[in-house]
């Protein structure tokens, strides 16, 4: 907000500037109304228009990466036997709720009083007598007014009509605010006051948009009729005024030398063009100060691998997908606790915690040749054409060019004793389906909260998760998201899912609490015979374990041990898929300690 108030400022400024330095003593009325007109609507636009200038620069490796769980749910609780990280609470600002407050009170006034004025020109019209003239309606008022006018409306007064005192002059000036509908332009900067009220430029700008209007009736006027009889005319009703004169175009908008001056003023066509060429400039040179944003693409030098997508600015790419999302970050290795709108981060902590946005998918270059065998080399495999499960024979009716992209996701499973065996799930998509459902899918981040946690020990997601027990490290081996990664043939990152997000499996408080609870409770040491050792275990639906086991392990006492432990732990908060708990397998690899 603050950035759009800043700039349309500025732009309404130089623009009313110019009008005011060059425009406003010359005779080109009508191009002036365009221009008072449009610097309003471009200032309020400005904000919003971002023109790239595309620079070089190098190619920087991301150095640091961070774990980055995505969720919509609300902070998990610590448990009590482990003494919790202590985050760093933010006070509550009210001075932006108060300021708001005031401004909406404000708003909703004006926004009343604007109602109520046009009400009255209704009833006016409503409950006087009512006279066609020349394509306008006169409404004849008994109150001794000047003629005014309000849409295609003219009021005046009723006396004056019947014995026939009203110039012909007054007539064709009213007539004029009628046909070009000045009463619009009225309308429109009085509605950007109500909204932009606190903003001094807006009543300079209505000010000059009225005298434009009576500088345009007055040049009608004296194209037919002789300029001293005129001017003698509107000294004679300078003393008269319009009712609701905030809203109406009337005859004695400021009556002052300016118009007198005008009436009999000429510009030459030179002048003219130079001036409307100053004013393009005057744009154009506010358009390269406001708008303008530099855009690196990485030279060929540093890598010649980078295709087109990656010439984006990481900074505003990031910038776009994030916008509008609130930010809960939760850093438990930095006791940092943050809840904020994206737009409040730092940019160093945009870089830092936000480092991998996915790209936009673009239109599709379709599935390669390698792929597709890939796809049918793999035993057991299982396909889906457009998230609909097939059989390999359906599969095979159809031709790899009737694909627009593929992926494929591997789930694993083992027994004691035995090697992992793996299961591969296709996926490909039909080009109306990539244009319709995944083109668009990472334009921009998909909920309207983004929470990242970060713990003290490094956590892998997946089927099968690794980690060593009660380690500290920063580096983390193996990052999942909520947006995954997966091998397609155009770099396009697709899964079975529907717009409910799904969740990995999580432990109160962090993995390394859970690490702490069995290392705490269990002499994994004495159970254990090689210097690493799996341990296995299923978290079933209602956040429970079951199932432990030591791989290679055949002593029912060592697996008793294990049970007694493992499922009095405190409950996980179990993963969900579309929504709803499923039942996962999960491991950790144990370090026997050295003596």
């Known amino acids: 907000m603050e950035t759009f108030l800043i700039k349309s400022a500025i732009s309404m400024a130089a623009l009313f500037l110019l009008y005011k330095l060059f425009l406003e003593k010359e005779k080109m009325h009508r191009f002036n109304r365009f221009y008072l007109l449009f610097s309003l609507i471009f200032s309020l636009c400005i904000p919003f228009i971002t023109v790239p200038i595309y620079v070089s620069t190098p190619v920087t490796p991301i150095q640091d990466s961070v774990l980055m769980i995505h969720s919509v749910t609300e902070q998990q609780p610590v448990i009590n036997s482990v003494a919790p990280t202590v985050l760093v609470q933010p006070e509550v600002n009210y001075t932006p709720y108060i300021i708001l407050g005031l401004y909406c009170l404000i708003t909703a006034l004006l926004v009343i009083r604007f109602a109520i004025n046009i009400t009255r020109f209704y009833k006016l019209k409503k409950r006087n007598q009512n006279i066609p003239y020349k394509g306008a309606t006169l409404v004849l008022i008994d109150n001794n007014i000047p003629p005014h006018t309000f849409l295609n409306t003219v009021y005046i007064n009723k006396k004056e009509y019947e014995n026939q005192s009203i110039e012909p002059e007054l007539y064709s000036h009213e007539l004029t605010h009628v046909k070009q509908l000045h009463t619009l332009d009225i309308l429109f900067i009085e509605l950007l006051k109500t909204i932009l009220w606190f903003n001094p430029l807006l009543y300079s700008y209505k000010k000059a948009i009225q005298l434009n209007h009576e500088f345009l009736a007055d040049e009608n006027v004296i194209y037919k009729n002789d300029i001293i009889s005129y001017q003698r005319l509107l000294l004679n009703r300078s003393q008269q005024r319009a009712p609701i004169a905030m809203l109406a175009s009337n005859l004695n908008f400021p009556i002052t030398k300016k118009r007198f001056v005008m009436m009999t003023k000429t510009t030459p066509k030179i002048k003219t063009l130079a001036l409307k060429l100053a004013c393009v400039l005057t744009v154009t040179a506010i358009v390269y100060f406001l708008s303008t944003e530099n855009v690196a693409y990485a030279g060929t030098q540093q890598n010649e691998t980078l295709t087109a997508t990656d010439s984006v600015n990481p900074d505003s790419r990031r910038d776009e997908y994030f916008k509008g999302v609130n930010i809960i970050i939760q850093d438990s290795l930095r006791d940092v606790f943050i809840n904020t709108p994206y737009e409040k981060?730092?940019?160093?902590?945009?870089?830092?915690?936000?480092?991998?946005?996915?790209?936009?998918?673009?239109?599709?270059?379709?599935?390669?040749?390698?792929?597709?065998?890939?796809?049918?080399?793999?035993?057991?495999?299982?396909?889906?054409?457009?998230?609909?499960?097939?059989?390999?024979?359906?599969?095979?009716?159809?031709?790899?060019?009737?694909?627009?992209?593929?992926?494929?996701?591997?789930?694993?499973?083992?027994?004691?004793?035995?090697?992992?065996?793996?299961?591969?799930?296709?996926?490909?998509?039909?080009?109306?389906?990539?244009?319709?459902?995944?083109?668009?899918?990472?334009?921009?981040?998909?909920?309207?909260?983004?929470?990242?946690?970060?713990?003290?020990?490094?956590?892998?997601?997946?089927?099968?998760?690794?980690?060593?027990?009660?380690?500290?490290?920063?580096?983390?081996?193996?990052?999942?998201?909520?947006?995954?990664?997966?091998?397609?043939?155009?770099?396009?990152?697709?899964?079975?899912?529907?717009?409910?997000?799904?969740?990995?499996?999580?432990?109160?408080?962090?993995?390394?609490?859970?690490?702490?609870?069995?290392?705490?409770?269990?002499?994994?040491?004495?159970?254990?015979?090689?210097?690493?050792?799996?341990?296995?275990?299923?978290?079933?639906?209602?956040?429970?374990?079951?199932?432990?086991?030591?791989?290679?392990?055949?002593?029912?006492?060592?697996?008793?041990?294990?049970?007694?432990?493992?499922?009095?732990?405190?409950?996980?908060?179990?993963?969900?898929?579309?929504?709803?708990?499923?039942?996962?397998?999960?491991?950790?690899?144990?370090?026997?300690?050295?003596?």
Not at 424 to 443: Q, V
Not at 488 to 516: I, Q, V
Not at 526 to 539: N, Q, R
Not at 563 to 586: C, N, R
């Open 345 to 595: 981060l730092t940019l160093e902590q945009k870089r830092y915690y936000l480092a991998n946005v996915p790209k936009k998918n673009g239109d599709s270059d379709g599935v390669s040749e390698e792929d597709y065998k890939f796809s049918l080399e793999q035993k057991d495999s299982h396909f889906y054409i457009d998230n609909k499960k097939i059989s390999r024979e359906e599969f095979l009716k159809h031709k790899r060019k009737e694909f627009a992209s593929t992926t494929f996701e591997m789930f694993g499973e083992t027994k004691a004793g035995e090697e992992i065996s793996m299961t591969f799930m296709m996926f490909f998509y039909t080009y109306p389906y990539y244009n319709k459902h995944i083109k668009h899918k990472y334009d921009h981040y998909p909920n309207t909260t983004c929470q990242i946690t970060i713990s003290k020990t490094p956590l892998e997601y997946g089927y099968f998760n690794t980690q060593k027990a009660g380690s500290r490290t920063d580096k983390i081996t193996d990052m999942r998201q909520e947006i995954e990664i997966s091998a397609t043939s155009n770099n396009f990152e697709e899964k079975n899912k529907k717009a409910t997000p799904n969740r990995s499996a999580s432990f109160p408080g962090g993995r390394e609490l859970f690490d702490s609870y069995i290392t705490n409770n269990l002499d994994l040491d004495d159970l254990v015979k090689d210097e690493k050792t799996y341990i296995t275990f299923k978290i079933n639906t209602d956040g429970s374990v079951s199932d432990p086991e030591i791989i290679g392990n055949k002593d029912p006492d060592i697996t008793n041990r294990l049970k007694k432990v493992f499922e009095a732990s405190p409950k996980w908060i179990p993963k969900q898929e579309d929504g709803k708990p499923v039942k996962i397998g999960t491991s950790y690899l144990y370090h026997k300690k050295t003596k």
